[in-house]
T-cell receptor
Framework: GAVVSQHPSWVICKSGTSVKIECRSL??????MFWYRQFPKQSLMLMAT?????????EQGVEKDKFLINHASLTLSTLTVTSAHPEDSSFYIC?????????????FGPGTRLTVL | RKEVEQDPGPFNVPEGATVAFNCTYS??????FFWYRQDCRKEPKLLMS???SGNEDGRFTAQLNRASQYISLLIRDSKLSDSATYLC??????????FGQGTTLQVKP
């Protein structure tokens, strides 16, 4: 099956710093990647849809200036949490759709656990 | 009303039991339906897609009722390794996936 990697797997940072998370599709080219956030005991919430070569589409309530998304190639999308604060602590997960695969099936990265002190 | 609703559980069952999870969705235009499994502190992994005719994969059977906007997952002969959270997932148009809160299953020896 399609493989998606994420880096780093966990990060602890001080309040006010910026954190970059990378999402890569390893064995397929993904024109579309998705970024989710999951708080404890809650469901995955879609933050934004990342399209290669164009601006990301953000979900309602997600600040685009705080969560910067770049999808510069068909295999890499990055999410930068700018000026992180404790309330941004969460599990961030990316996914990618394999254009050769089943319609709407998404493959998930292993997630990045962010803790902001 | 949530777009995808699930009973969060937990469901505590003995090994070998049969357990069923239900899910309802609000968007009648949805076309794709999935069950994902998520282990603690891990990413979701696709368990199975759900088709209108119903489908089975080993001990797992998924059913879809479009008229009632209802999806089910049946697990037979539960194993300890089945302990996880099961996420009902529905497409929300334009390729987005909408996740339910998840149903937690704990299989005990």
């Amino acid at each position: 099956g399609a493989v998606v990697s994420q880096h780093p797997s966990w990060v602890i940072c001080k309040s006010g710093t910026s954190v970059k998370i990378e999402c890569r599709s390893l064995d397929f080219q993904a024109t579309t990647m998705f970024w989710y956030r999951q708080f404890p005991k809650q469901s995955l919430m879609l933050m934004a849809t990342s399209n290669e070569g164009s601006k990301a589409t953000y979900e309602q309530g997600v600040e685009k200036d705080k969560f910067l998304i770049n999808h510069a190639s068909l295999t890499l999308s990055t999410l930068t949490v700018t000026s992180a604060h404790p309330e941004d602590s969460s599990f961030y997960i990316c996914s990618a759709r394999d254009p050769e695969g089943t319609y709407n099936e998404q493959f998930f990265g292993p997630g990045t656990r962010l803790t902001v002190l | 009303r949530k777009e995808v609703e699930q009973d969060p559980g937990p469901f505590n069952v003995p090994e070998g039991a049969t357990v069923a999870f239900n899910c309802t969705y609000s968007n009648s235009a949805s076309q794709s339906f999935f069950w994902y499994r998520q282990d603690c502190r891990k990413e979701p992994k696709l368990l199975m897609s759900v088709y209108s005719s119903g489908n089975e994969d080993g001990r797992f059977t998924a059913q879809l009722n479009r008229a009632s906007q209802y999806i089910s997952l049946l697990i037979r002969d539960s194993k300890l390794s089945d302990s996880a959270t099961y996420l009902c997932v529905v497409d929300g148009n334009t390729g987005k996936l909408i996740f339910g809160q998840g149903t937690t299953l704990q299989v005990k020896p």
